[in-house]
Each structure stands twice: as structure tokens, then as C-alpha cells.
């Protein structure tokens, strides 16, 4: 079953674009990975410090294999010095139903 990983965090105000770079980098690192489908890297429109990190995943199985991996620490590193006083939270959802108004 498909899931999304979402990862909120606090980011300050002097490290965003740094942020989101690092954040890309690390994106180009992870594509390929056995299971993994996609990330997005949200921010809030109301309060620009909080991002959300979305990934989606062919399984949990397959995340947590990535994730127990050494190479998640090594590839995740670079965003690592943005956390803001290690304001992260991580969640695992599972997808029950989609609607894609577009076709695809």
C-alpha cells in the first residue's frame, strides 16, 4: 500500500533559501531509490518558517528499508544544519483513496 511521509519543520528566517536548496540536493540523491515515487517540499502561506516535507513511498516497508539504511543518514545530511532547535516532526500515513481531477 502507497504512503506519504510527512516531515513538518521550523525553519528560521535566515536559513529558508539555504534550506531549500539542500533540500533539493538531497532530492537529487534520493531519485532512483528503490520505492520511493516522489517528494514535494511544501511551506506554509501564513507562516513562512514552517515547511512540510512530503514523500510518498510504494510501501512503508520500502521507506523504512531507505530509512534504516546508512546511506538515508548520509543522503538527508545536508539539510541537517537547518533544523531549527531540532523542531522536526515525522508521520507516516497510509493512502486510502485518491482523486486526481486531472486525468493522467
Same mark, same amino acid.
Given at each position: 500500500?502507497?504512503?506519504?511521509?510527512?516531515?513538518?519543520?521550523?525553519?528560521?528566517?535566515?536559513?529558508?533559501?539555504?534550506?531549500?536548496?539542500?533540500?533539493?540536493?538531497?532530492?537529487?540523491?534520493?531519485?532512483?531509490?528503490?520505492?520511493?515515487?516522489?517528494?514535494?517540499?511544501?511551506?506554509?502561506?501564513?507562516?513562512?518558517?514552517?515547511?512540510?516535507?512530503?514523500?510518498?513511498? %510504494?510501501?512503508?516497508?520500502?521507506?523504512?528499508?531507505? %530509512?534504516?539504511?546508512?546511506?538515508?543518514?548520509?543522503?538527508?545530511?545536508?539539510?541537517?544544519?537547518?533544523?531549527?532547535?531540532?523542531?522536526?516532526?515525522?508521520?507516516?500515513?497510509?493512502?486510502?483513496?485518491?482523486?486526481?481531477?486531472?486525468?493522467?
Amino acid at each position: 500500500m502507497t504512503v506519504r511521509i510527512m516531515v513538518h519543520a521550523t525553519i528560521r528566517e535566515e536559513h529558508r533559501q539555504a534550506f531549500e536548496e539542500a533540500y533539493r540536493q538531497v532530492t537529487a540523491t534520493v531519485r532512483g531509490t528503490p520505492g520511493h515515487l516522489r517528494d514535494q517540499l511544501l511551506r506554509d502561506t501564513d507562516d513562512p518558517a514552517r515547511y512540510t516535507l512530503l514523500a510518498e513511498w %510504494e510501501s512503508e516497508e520500502a521507506f523504512r528499508r531507505w %530509512e534504516d539504511d546508512p546511506m538515508h543518514r548520509r543522503m538527508a545530511e545536508p539539510m541537517y544544519p537547518y533544523w531549527a532547535d531540532g523542531g522536526i516532526v515525522r508521520k507516516i500515513f497510509d493512502v486510502r483513496a485518491t482523486l486526481d481531477s486531472q486525468p493522467a
